[in-house]
Structure formats: structure tokens, C-alpha cells
């Protein structure tokens, strides 16, 4: 990967970080402490959800549209709202997130961190078109039993786009991205990547296939030139256990470009897929130094003549 990943004394939050801190810690708590259990066995709240994150999106001004599809006997929502670009606007830089949680649980870091981290770029991005056109896009059912199955919402949003003829130039996947400790030995990885990477779960990883590689090194770069946080990158196989596991595979499967930006889930944070998994656990102010070095990213990626 390319250039080193920051390690120091994080700075103190710019005024616009602790913007972004606060704004985050509202929706993590409304989406999983207010709301709660967000899916398909639970419709109610699933509705519930789409309508917090569509009145949120209308609110910076945005218009959204919802294509809903029926799943387990109930309309599963894609959420859509669109920043035209200004020079290029058949191009498309998609940045996303699921909505739901796992069954049973609240879903803080699972995946309203996600959520939080697409509302709070697509309100730094509601003044401030690019040249490509930007989708900020929320989906329901990436969890089991949708995973990976035709009712989960990326790959019906994915085909859509690829029946549309879309040119969608990147997708960012932001899933679980607000848990963070320091310590030695709190960051674990499918064998062999832990002889690879650092043993302390305090970065952002961009993860995606070996077919993405230069997506990967793209974004790690600007991240890393723009934002004094720790990251790290990784181009890998598909087989290995993780490297597939958001709304990124859907992309990969109608032969877009896309990555994962992620805390690592499962690999870091011991309240994964759990009745622990609470909007407490979250760690604000790295959440907003992340987000604020994403959207670096989507700046880089939404004016250039290629990915």
C-alpha cells in the first residue's frame, strides 16, 4: 500500500470533526437505542429506520427516492439520494451502508456506525457538488438469511444499476466503523493476515479483492495524505474470511469497482452480532476523524477523469 499509515498523538478534532462527532452519536442512538432491532423480522422498525434516515437526507435537502422490493412480506426500502455532478455526471461514485442489524440485536457499530458515517458525508456533500454525480445509498437486508441471497438490498440495487446501464465508478461500502481500542493484541485476522498487519484495533481498513487492487491503493493513499488517522489497506482473495462481507460483494457481482471501509467487525469488536453491540461501545471522536478522512476520498474520486 502506499505511504505509511499515521502513528502518533491524534490531534485534537477540528470544530467541523466535533460537528460530525455529535451528529454521529445522534444517529447511532436513534437508530439503535430508539429504534432497536432494524429488519425484515421486525417491519415495524425496520420502517421506522428508512423513514428517520429519508426525513435526515430531505432535511440537508436532498430528494430521496425509495426503491422498496418485498421481502419475507414486507417492503424491504433502497434508499436513494443524488448529488448531480458537474461535469461528469454519468459517472457514479456510490457511497453506502446497511440498515438493518442482525437479528435480535441493536446494531450500534453493526451497522448504524455505517449509516451514521454515509449521513454525515452526504450532509458535508449537500453544498458542495463534485464533477462525477455522487449516490449516498442505504440498504436493507445484509444480514442473514438475505446475506449474499437475491432479497439482500445492495445486489437488488446493483442489478438494477447494472440493467440500467449505470457507469458506476467506485462504491464505498462503509460497514462497521466505530469501534476502536489501543491495546496490543485487540485487532485478530483469518490466518496468515495477522503476520501482516498490527495487533492494536485502532485503524480504518479499506479492504476489497485483488481485481480492486488499484481502487484500494487509490483511496488508502488519499486517506493517508489528508487525515492523521491510523489505516490500513488490503487488496486479498476473495476466499478469506471477511474480504466479501458487506454491500461491496453485491457491487462485485454486476462487475463494479468496490471496496469495504470498515473497523474490521467481528476481527475487533467483541459486542459483533450481539445484545452488547450499543450505541456506549462506540467511539465518537474517531468516527469523525475517519469520516472527515472519507470524504477526502470522495472528493479524490469524484473529480478525476479516472478511478
Known amino acids: 500500500m502506499p505511504s505509511r499509515s499515521f502513528d502518533g498523538t491524534l490531534p485534537a478534532l477540528s470544530a467541523s470533526q466535533r460537528e460530525i462527532a455529535e451528529v454521529t452519536r445522534r444517529h447511532v442512538g436513534e437508530l439503535a437505542s430508539t429504534i432497536g432491532y432494524r429488519s425484515t423480522f421486525h417491519p415495524s422498525q425496520l420502517a421506522r429506520a428508512a423513514l428517520y434516515i ?154 476489497s479483492n485483488f481485481s480492486n487492487r488499484a481502487l484500494v491503493k487509490r483511496c488508502i493513499a488519499t486517506f493517508r495524505s489528508s487525515s492523521q488517522f491510523p489505516s490500513e489497506g488490503a487488496a486479498l482473495p476473495e476466499g478469506i474470511p471477511g474480504v466479501g462481507w458487506s454491500d461491496h460483494w453485491a457491487f462485485w457481482q454486476m462487475g463494479y469497482p468496490a471496496l469495504m471501509v470498515s473497523d474490521t467487525a467481528i476481527f475487533r469488536n467483541p459486542n459483533y452480532h450481539t445484545a452488547n453491540d450499543k450505541p456506549e461501545t462506540l467511539d465518537y471522536e474517531r468516527m469523525a476523524r475517519l469520516i472527515d478522512g472519507v470524504a477526502a476520498v470522495v472528493r479524490n474520486i469524484g473529480n478525476e477523469q479516472s478511478p
Open 54 to 207: 429519508k426525513h435526515e437526507l430531505e432535511a440537508m435537502g436532498y430528494e430521496v427516492s425509495d426503491h422498496s422490493f418485498p421481502s419475507r412480506g414486507s417492503p424491504a426500502p433502497n434508499l436513494e439520494a443524488v448529488l448531480a455532478g458537474t461535469t461528469l455526471s454519468s459517472e457514479i461514485v456510490i457511497v453506502g451502508a446497511h440498515f438493518d442489524s442482525f437479528q435480535g440485536t441493536p446494531g450500534a457499530d453493526d451497522n448504524a456506525s455505517g449509516v451514521a458515517g454515509v449521513l454525515a458525508l452526504a450532509k458535508i456533500f449537500s453544498e458542495a457538488p463534485q464533477e462525477r454525480t455522487i449516490r449516498f445509498v442505504l440498504f436493507p437486508n445484509e444480514e442473514p438469511p438475505a446475506f449474499q441471497q437475491a432479497d439482500m438490498g445492495s445486489l437488488v440495487y446493483a442489478k438494477a444499476c447494472r440493467a440500467a446501464n449505470d457507469k458506476i465508478v467506485a462504491m464505498l461500502s462503509l460497514e462497521t466503523i466505530g469501534y476502536f481500542k489501543d491495546e496490543p493484541g485487540t485487532q485478530k485476522y483469518p490466518f496468515p493476515m495477522g503476520l501482516l498487519y498490527p495487533s492494536r484495533g485502532n485503524f480504518v481498513g479499506f479492504v
